[in-house]
């Protein structure tokens, strides 16, 4: 059984830094694509980062030179760490895996596997 657990969220102030790790069971994610999404209150889940199999990265504008994903494959684990937190950062920040696909995608649909999600919350 896939799953997929997210940690490291918290409360912080704007300015701080926070590192999320999802850690990965059940199957294979070396070779599939992996994003990381947030949902803010009252708005849809947007895809903040992503990673492919290969090691080539997306990341939403919002958080461009900030926010850095990376993997490692040996621990079945990928991280979000978050620089410079802004109050707009806030939301669940879930880690989700996609099922086939080892590039990158921008579409929801194409992640399969969803983690619980963590709250992040940055006060100003």
């Known amino acids: 059984q896939v799953q997929l657990v997210e940690s490291g969220g918290g409360l912080v102030q704007a300015g701080d830094s926070l590192r999320l790790s999802c850690a990965a069971s059940?199957?294979?994610?070396?070779?599939?694509?992996m994003g990381w999404f947030r949902q803010a209150p009252g708005k849809e889940r947007e895809l903040v980062a992503a990673?492919?199999?290969?090691?080539?990265?997306y990341y939403a504008d919002s958080v461009k030179g900030r926010f850095t994903t990376s993997r490692d494959n040996a621990k079945n684990t990928v991280y979000l760490q978050m620089n410079s937190l802004k109050p707009e950062d806030t939301g669940v920040y879930y880690c989700a895996a996609a099922r086939y696909r080892s590039s990158w995608s921008r579409m929801i649909s194409d992640y399969v596997y969803w983690g619980q999600g963590t709250q992040v919350t940055v006060s100003s």
């Open positions: 990673m492919s199999s290969g090691g080539s990265r």
């Open positions: 059940g199957g294979t994610f070396s070779t599939v694509a």
